[in-house]
């Protein structure tokens, strides 16, 4: 066994797992093969900023460009073999918003929504990806620090839930990120 290897049957804390412990990264090609045989499991980050009461005031957003255009959405990606959601959730805040986001993630992690992406644009699959069929586990997270986009993203705005409403906002972000934003509205009292 090598060292720093986990012993078989003992479980080790994901600060304790390095790359070499969760196997090699798939290439483009394998993560290609897999995506055609198996759905694959994302998390979606609402941020939010929160009065003294606990109330939402605000609601964040990146501004991305790809090849639909300049979009925006909500911080999202995989979860990667033997990561817990709440270190998948941690990446990803890190990566799209910077690590000093400050994110408060609660002490028990159940999504306010799961939404699944199939790789057929028919209206009666639900939310659309041409890469995949995925399933995502949405989470609404507090953020008390200062967010600073990754390379990826233009920029991260802070909307009200007043603006977050409105159709022109919408407007500017994807069909599947436009619905989280009108589930999260909902979950949280303010659609």
């Known amino acids: 066994m090598k060292h720093g290897a986990a012993k078989p049957g003992k479980i080790k804390n994901m600060s304790e797992v390095d790359a070499a412990d969760m196997g090699p990264w798939l290439s483009p090609e394998e993560l290609e093969f897999v995506r055609h045989k198996v759905p694959m499991v994302y998390v979606d980050i609402v941020p939010v900023r929160l009065d003294e009461t606990g109330r939402v005031i605000a609601i964040g957003m990146l501004l991305r ?3 639909e255009g300049i979009l925006r959405e909500f911080p999202s990606g995989r979860v990667l073999f033997h990561e817990p959601v709440r ?3 941690i990446r990803h805040i890190d990566k799209d918003l910077g690590s000093v986001a400050l994110p408060q993630l609660p002490p028990y992690l159940a999504p306010f929504t799961v939404t699944e992406y199939f790789p057929t644009p028919e209206p009666e699959a639900g939310y659309y990806d041409a890469r995949q069929h995925r399933v ?5 997270i507090p953020i008390h620090g200062d ?3 990754g390379n990826d993203s233009l920029e991260f705005t802070w909307f009200t839930p007043g603006e977050a409403r409105t159709a022109e906002l919408q407007a500017e972000m994807s ?4 619905a989280l934003l009108r ?3 909902g979950y949280i009292g303010r659609c």
């Open 65 to 67: 460009a790809d090849s």
């Open 87 to 89: 270190a998948a959730l």
């Open 136 to 140: 995502d586990l949405a989470y609404i």
């Open 147 to 149: 967010c600073d986009p």
């Open 175 to 178: 069909d599947g990120h436009a």
């Open 183 to 185: 589930a999260a509205l």
